[in-house]
């Protein structure tokens, strides 16, 4: 009852905190106060992520939620990301809330039928429901202020009628102009067309792991939408796809690719399924000795059961969350195949795309179990901040921890010592975590190493091309930052299984994007969280953030002042991971910017070094407040 209770309070507060920021958002428009700032965006990346925050309502609802990012669309423009995400956020927000069952589908694509500059580009941005739909009378006032389709809905629905409203001066501001195609009864279409200037200086390449290339994946699920985006992104990764709508289509194919001796190396299922479900077909191929070399992959979703390794039973080797990221499907797959390649298949490997992430007490009970005696790890990180609470959560589960600096000092270290697993940060100075992780792997080529000593990566830019750069330098899987308790504890028990066999299932998690609230300095979960695993050392933690930080923004003002801004990319990405680690949101995302700057105008160009003024201002300013606040709460447990 008194959760029942507490979810009642923090939803309604939710609710009034998104009516005031809608008043406040209508009153700037109206005041024409509200101003545009656009920055380079992976927009792949945007859409991801606002699918990822609403998916916990989506799955509340036993709804799917699906992004469909057709291929060779743009991926690096100039935009809005604030207002961008407000738009989409809105756009799905309403889908959730009028769809009883069915699925929403944020689809993305160019629009070639508009003629731009070169260096322009027009994507169509749609949300489509299976929800009640709007009635042709209707249609145009529901983008009035204040106004919803009727007073029923109102009362069944709530909300304050400026959600689309705000959506549709937004898009005007961008340019363009928001439409609406609608059936009662059978759903709504809401879309958006804009023109983006294109971001030559970065460019996103497809992962195309190659374990991968050439491998025949079958995608047995009953959303043609799914079909269709999981085989269009597998494909653009050289694998090679078929489709099935069910599991009595799934057989049949089977049989006939018997005959031709083509089947399939990875079969994706879905679990809900009408007629036959994920679970009977999984024993159905299992049962056929031609069969069971096949690597299965179950989709699960809202609806879903409890997954427990009882499943490996069934024959899937690995299960995969729903809504599936698109930035992350791939990854998995190559993380899945080489386990299953190499023999693990006794125990079931779980890729949680962030959805449904820390929904489980039961997932906590298990992470609070894992416990590895006698295992030596190697933890290579320069940030002292990130060390520490790495080290702190690996002692606790156990574990011996042997720290480097950097790349070069964790080759000397290796030559020395034997270690089960190796935690390498990517950048660093004297010897990044790339080139180091290239030479354990030319020391182990010649035996001075253990071959089968994992590399795990610990990287800030897990959304972009640095996943696949960490596993084509050599490393086995990464976290991405700020590293999590949980998700650290459990990746190293998934590669570190057959050394100590703790009672606990195998999980290989993804990172889930970050929900920060950007109007505060400090993320109170992420505090709470290096509060709870420092204890007594929290003090020291606090120190060590604030003594690092301040003797990297002096390297940024001394990079800053002799106009060589390329320096400002190292200490500007250790603030921007190390903020992050302690809750610091605002900082590490102006960090972040500061990063990004130098590297997308690749010289020292006198207006990219003037734009960073005020930017360098900022973040001495969100440093003071974050100092501030930090200390205060070192005074709270002393």
């Known amino acids: 009852e008194q959760a029942a209770l507490t979810r009642t309070i923090l939803n309604s507060g939710e609710m009034l905190m998104n009516i005031i920021e809608d008043i406040l958002d209508f009153s700037k428009i109206e005041a024409n106060k509200l101003e545009l700032d656009p920055i380079s965006v992976n927009m ?33 423009v100039y935009a809005d990301p604030v207002r961008l995400r407000q738009i989409l956020g809105n756009l799905v927000n309403n889908a959730i809330k009028f769809t009883p069952k069915g699925h929403i589908i944020i689809d993305v694509r160019e629009n070639k039928s508009i003629e731009t500059p070169e260096d322009k580009v027009s994507l169509t941005f749609s949300v489509r429901d299976t929800g009640i739909g709007i009635l042709e009378s209707d249609k145009e006032r529901i983008f009035e202020k204040f106004s919803q389709a009727n007073s029923s809905t ?25 439409k609406l195609n609608s059936e009662p009864g059978k759903g709504s279409n809401f879309s958006f067309t804009l023109t983006f200037t294109r971001n030559r200086e970065e460019v996103y390449t497809p992962p195309k792991p190659p374990i991968l290339k050439g491998s025949r994946i079958m995608i047995v699920d009953d959303l043609p939408v799914i079909r269709f985006m999981l085989s269009e992104q597998l494909s653009s990764a050289d694998m090679i796809c078929s489709t099935c709508a069910n599991g009595s289509d799934a057989l049949l194919q089977l049989q006939s690719l018997k005959e031709t001796g083509e089947l399939p190396n990875i079969i994706i299922i879905d679990y809900l399924m009408p007629g036959m479900n994920g679970e009977m077909l999984a024993r159905a191929i299992n049962d056929d000795p031609d069969l069971r070399n096949i690597c299965l992959v179950m989709l699960t979703a809202a609806g879903s059961p409890i997954i427990n390794d009882s499943f490996a039973e069934t024959g899937f080797s690995a299960y995969i969350t729903k809504p599936v990221r698109v930035l992350n499907l791939i990854d998995a797959l190559s993380i899945i195949w080489k386990k299953y390649s190499e023999g693990y298949r006794d125990t079931l490997i779980r890729i949680d795309t ?72 990517c950048q660093m100075p004297v010897m990044d975590g790339f080139e180091a992780t290239r030479r354990i792997c030319e020391m182990k080529a010649q035996g001075l190493v253990r071959d089968t000593m994992p590399i795990i990566a610990l990287t800030a830019n897990a959304m972009k091309d640095d996943r696949q750069r960490c596993l084509d330098a050599g490393m086995d899987d990464y976290i991405t930052k700020p590293v999590r308790k949980n998700e650290l504890k459990e990746k190293v028990y998934a590669w570190l299984k057959d050394a100590a066999a703790p009672s606990v299932a195998e999980d290989i998690i993804p990172s889930a994007p970050s929900a920060d609230n950007k109007d505060s300095f400090i993320d109170e979960e992420l505090l709470e969280e290096a509060r709870s695993i420092m204890k007594d050392k929290f003090d020291f933690f606090i120190d060590c953030f604030i003594e690092d930080v301040e003797k990297y923004i002096a390297d940024i003002d001394t990079a800053m002042n002799s106009r060589e801004v390329q320096n400002m990319i190292l200490p500007a990405h250790t603030i921007k991971s190390t903020s992050k680690r302690i809750g610091a949101v605002m900082l590490s995302d ?22 960073l003024d005020d930017t360098i201002r900022r973040m001495n300013e ?17």
């Open 44 to 76: 792949l990346e945007l859409v991801d992520d606002v699918c990822m925050v609403y998916a916990p309502r989506a799955r509340e609802k036993a709804l799917e939620i699906v992004v469909n990012y057709h291929a060779g669309t743009e991926f690096f």
């Open 154 to 178: 109102t009362r069944k629905y709530g909300g304050t009628g400026l959600g689309l409203s705000i959506c549709k001066s937004l898009v005007e501001m961008m340019g363009g102009s928001i």
């Open 354 to 425: 962030g959805a449904a992430a820390g929904t489980s007490k039961d997932n906590h009970s298990q992470q609070d179990n894992i416990h590895l005696e006698n295992i030596k790890i190697l933890l290579v990180e320069d940030s002292r901040l990130n060390q520490a609470f790495a080290e702190e959560v690996l002692s606790q589960m156990g574990c011996k921890v042997v720290t480097a600096s950097n790349g070069e000092e964790a080759i000397n270290v290796i030559a020395s010592d034997e270690f089960s697993l190796v935690l390498m940060d």
């Open 590 to 611: 102006i960090a972040k910017h500061i990063e990004l700057t130098p590297r997308e105008a690749g010289n020292t160009q006198g207006g990219e070094v003037v734009s």
């Open 622 to 638: 969100a440093f003071s407040a974050t100092k501030s606040e930090l200390l205060s709460r070192k005074k709270k447990t002393a």
